[in-house]
C-alpha cells in the first residue's frame, strides 16, 4: 500500500502561482510514477501532468504547459506541482496518484494509488 497526502491548495488570484505537495508513505516512492489530477465541479477527472520514477520522463497536459512544473524528490518521498500563472479554469480539486508502471501514463485507470485531494481555487 501507498498512502499519499496532498497539501498547499488554496484561494489564489488569478496570475498567481502555487506550488502543490504530495507526500507519499508506504512502499518504496522510487518505484512509482507518480501523476498529477483535477477534477473541476461537474466534469470528469483530467489529467494535469505526470513523472517517471526517476523524474526523467515529464508529460503535461496542452492546457498547463509552460505554466506547470512538475518535479519529485525520492529522498523526500514527494512529488509536488509547481503552477504559475494560474487560470480561472484551474481552480479544481487537485490529486495526485500512483502507479507501478516506469512511464506516468495519462489514463486514471492506470494509477493504483491515490491521494485525498487539495482544493486550488483561482479567483479574479
Known amino acids: 500500500q501507498v498512502q499519499l497526502v496532498e497539501s498547499g491548495g488554496r484561494l489564489v488570484q488569478a496570475g498567481g502561482s502555487l506550488r502543490l505537495s504530495c507526500a507519499a508513505s508506504g512502499r518504496t516512492f522510487g518505484n512509482y510514477a507518480m501523476g498529477w489530477f483535477r477534477q473541476a465541479p461537474g466534469k470528469e477527472h483530467e489529467f494535469v501532468s505526470g513523472?517517471?520514477?526517476?523524474?526523467?520522463?515529464?508529460v503535461y497536459a496542452d492546457s498547463v504547459k509552460g505554466r506547470f512544473t512538475i518535479s519529485r524528490d525520492n529522498a523526500k518521498n514527494t512529488v509536488y506541482l509547481q503552477m504559475s500563472n494560474l487560470k480561472l479554469e484551474d481552480t479544481a480539486v487537485y490529486y495526485c496518484a500512483a502507479t507501478s508502471r516506469t512511464s506516468a501514463p495519462q489514463q486514471r485507470n492506470l494509477y493504483d494509488y491515490w491521494g485525498q485531494g487539495t482544493q486550488v481555487t483561482v479567483s479574479s
Open positions: 513523472i517517471g520514477r526517476s523524474g526523467g520522463y515529464i
